[in-house]
Nanobody, 124 residues
Framework: QVYLVESGGGLVQAGGSLRLACAASGRTCGVSMGWFRQAPGQERDFVAAVTWAGGRTSYADSVKDRFIISRDSAKNTVYLLMTGLQPEDTAVYYC??????????????????WGQGTQVTVSS
């Protein structure tokens, strides 16, 4: 079991930036980590993912040129730097972990551990 705690959400104006952090504990060796987001009344959508060693990343097309996912394995923490935020980025952002030795997958079904979520609100 992997335990995940997100932080760093908040209210920001359009065009601004935020950095989310996800601290992982438990059986974290080899797991890939991802960020998903869910707006009210919407599905939980993939945002970005990174492999265990941080060597491979993947992004949703909607954030590819604005968000950067990174990982500090020594601290068991994954970050999501979000720049150029727009009102449509408003959502609850969730950190998630796969079972060990998976790819940086965009498929929600491959993530077996989830954090409680952190709210990001972008005002226009």
């Amino acid at each position: 079991q992997v335990y995940l705690v997100e932080s760093g959400g908040g209210l920001v104006q359009a065009g601004g930036s935020l950095r989310l952090a996800c601290a992982a504990s438990g059986r974290t060796c080899g797991v890939s980590m991802g960020w998903f987001r869910q707006a009210p009344g919407q599905e939980r959508d993939f945002v970005a993912a990174v492999t265990w060693a941080g060597g491979r990343t993947s992004y949703a097309d909607s954030v590819k040129d604005r968000f950067i996912i990174s990982r500090d394995s020594a601290k068991n923490t994954v970050y999501l730097l979000m720049t150029g935020l727009q009102p449509e980025d408003t959502a609850v952002y969730y950190c998630a972990a796969t079972t060990p030795w998976r790819t940086a997958s965009p498929n929600r079904s491959e993530y077996t551990s989830w954090g409680q979520g952190t709210q990001v609100t972008v005002s226009s």
